[in-house]
């Protein structure tokens, strides 16, 4: 099974409201922009830092479904992913995925107060716990 690396998600004719440390104040992201920015930086940037002995194994590129998003086969994007034996591919996030289902939100309020609660320092407060 591959495993995932997350792209940002970029909306259609985004511009920047304010600057940051990646972009200028103004500026418009399109697919192009887009396009050279996983060519340039992301596929680097995994290749740089994922372990070289899974560098044969599937890497996905997961993308929601936003207009300025290149298309999974796009040509220079798939080169790019293939070059140097790797095999670093896009795909979209499917519409009616998990991670967009309203239903599942309750899980995480649920689970909330668990994760945020503070640690036992005591043995004896640990078994109370339990």
């Known amino acids: 099974m591959g495993q995932k690396a997350r792209a940002v998600a970029i909306d259609r004719g985004y511009v920047a409201q304010r600057s940051s440390r990646n972009r200028p104040r103004g500026i418009v992201c399109t697919r192009n922009i887009y396009k050279d920015f996983l060519i340039r930086h992301v596929i680097p940037a995994i290749k740089q830092q994922w372990p070289r002995v899974d ?54 309020r649920t689970v909330s107060p668990f994760t945020v609660s503070t640690t036992p320092s005591l043995s004896s407060k640990l078994r109370t716990r339990t």
């Open 55 to 108: 560098r044969r194994r599937p890497i996905m590129i997961q993308q929601d479904i936003a207009k300025p998003h290149v298309l999974p086969h796009d040509s220079d994007v798939v080169a790019a992913g293939m070059e140097g034996g790797w095999c670093i591919r896009l795909l979209f996030q499917p519409p009616n995925s998990p991670d967009l289902n309203v239903l599942d939100l309750e899980l995480f």
